[in-house]
């Protein structure tokens, strides 16, 4: 009889720091099972976003691409290009039921290949006609549903918290546990179970049993501002550059990262929950269960909450592989790797092709030894923005049709990325190498869609102009 194929259930959280975890030495927050989840399988400490926002990132995560690639840059697009393979698509080829629970953030892509939704995002659906909002209504909760908090403060909400019973957090992890309930073990799934937060608004519910005292929370030792007087020269997040002590004060910072590691508490509860079921079930032998988020988030880091911007707080992201007698446990990973990786990792564990129009690299090796990545850049943009990142240096680069503009940091010397010496001329040869890694990363994953077939001499990384 022929092995049953493994399952996948991929669990993502929104904007979560990759050091808000009790196994990365966080001194307050509180995260017993995903501490669990990581000590019985392999983390990698050092994994990096391809973009710093939600819709470009999730697009990196599920087509195992470059967002200069797949070509979604921006969180209010009109739409994901049908033309894009998704990881959950691909796997129904291979019998796979595919499910999304939560937050989806994948506007206007028809090809998403998940055929089960549960869906809690106010822009996952037309206005609040989403599964969450229709739950609460049902139960007269929803006059309190808030998708926006208090732009001015930290996305605080002023409105009475939802019961804990009926949070967000509590009817994803339920929606999660009923899904694999229905399932049929003859049948494989790939679930991406999505939680909404700790994304703002940052609204603890009520009754909530995992609260944290505001004057007894360490903040993070980087407490100067990054920047005072307005913004880095490519990006601006409005509002957001509000939510910083200077506008607000530190007793607002140390409530809002309170509610911040509230949520993180509860979430981490749910997940706990999500994998008794597996046990419950039977199904946790045979299932692959992966932890991640689509990016990060200041959590407290230059005395300022959300996100934005190139720094490591919002592109470093956490990553946990984990499958009893699959994946070996207590495996602790400093190499660098992105989020490309998932898609052609998923395809090695399963044992099946990776596509050709897949960017990233297996980390089924990594995971199978005690190898650890020896990749020396990984790579981030914004639109107009191209960002490299080595294990001694990052380098943040563009041109406005006048000025070559740019940010350059030694992470050793400086690894909170204060000091930038993109334009002394002790540091002109490591830019110039840097800049030349930028462009030749960029050239070597460009895929131009209409480019004739024997015009130019291709890289093997292109797959658009080959039969």
Request: hydrophobic share 35%.
């Amino acid at each position: 009889m022929a092995a049953a194929k493994k399952n996948v259930l991929m669990i993502m959280v929104d904007q979560h720091h990759a050091r808000c975890f009790g196994h990365m030495g966080n001194p307050d927050v509180k995260t017993p099972n995903l501490d669990r989840l990581a000590a019985g399988g392999v983390r990698f400490d050092n994994c990096f976003a391809q973009h710093g926002t939600c819709i470009p990132s999730r697009t990196s995560w599920l087509t195992g691409q470059y967002c200069h690639t797949h070509g979604v840059f921006g969180s209010d697009t009109d739409g994901i290009p049908a033309s894009l393979l998704s990881l959950p698509a691909y796997l129904k080829n291979f019998g796979y039921g595919t499910a999304l629970i939560g937050k989806k953030h994948l506007p206007g892509w028809p090809t998403h290949g998940f055929d089960y939704e549960r869906l809690c995002y106010h822009a996952d659906a037309p206005f609040r006609a989403h599964d969450y909002y229709q739950y609460l209504k049902k139960h007269d909760l929803h006059h309190l549903y808030d998708d926006l908090g208090d732009v001015e403060k930290f996305c605080l909400s002023d409105l009475p918290a939802v019961p804990v019973e009926h949070s967000l957090e509590v009817w994803t992890g339920r929606e999660a546990t009923k899904y694999l309930e229905l399932q049929n073990k003859d049948k494989p799934f790939f679930a991406q179970v999505s939680f909404e937060r700790p994304h703002p608004p940052l609204t603890v519910p009520q009754g909530c049993p995992f609260i944290y005292d505001p004057a007894k929370i360490t903040l993070p030792e980087n407490q100067k501002e990054k920047i005072p007087g307005g913004t880095p020269f490519y990006f601006n997040r409005n509002v957001e550059l509000k939510w910083c002590t200077s506008v607000s004060g530190e007793e607002t910072l140390r409530e809002a990262l309170c509610a911040y590691y509230s949520l993180i508490s509860l979430i981490d509860r749910e997940i706990g929950l999500i994998m008794d079921k597996l046990d419950e079930l039977a199904l946790r032998e045979n299932t692959v269960v992966i932890f991640c988020s689509d990016h990060g988030d200041y959590a407290g880091e230059y005395a300022r909450m959300a996100k934005g911007w190139s720094y490591d707080a919002i592109l470093r992201v956490p990553l946990i592989w984990n499958m009893p007698g699959e994946i070996p446990s207590g495996q602790v990973k400093q190499g660098l790797v992105e989020q490309v990786d998932f898609f052609p990792t998923i395809c090695d564990l399963l044992g099946i092709t990776t596509p050709r129009c897949v960017q990233g690299q297996s980390l089924l090796p990594l995971l199978k030894s005690d190898a650890d990545s020896e990749r020396d850049a990984v790579f981030s943009e914004y639109l107009g923005v191209k960002t490299v990142r080595t294990r001694l240096y990052k380098l943040n680069y563009t041109f406005d049709g006048t000025d070559e503009l740019g940010e350059l940091f030694s992470l050793e010397d400086d690894p909170r990325e204060y000091d930038n010496l993109f334009a002394t001329e002790e540091y002109a040869d490591i830019r110039e190498k840097l800049l030349r890694k930028l462009l030749n990363w960029h050239i070597q994953t460009q895929q131009p869609f209409n480019s004739p077939r024997n015009d130019e001499h291709l890289p093997p990384s292109r797959w658009f102009a080959r039969g």
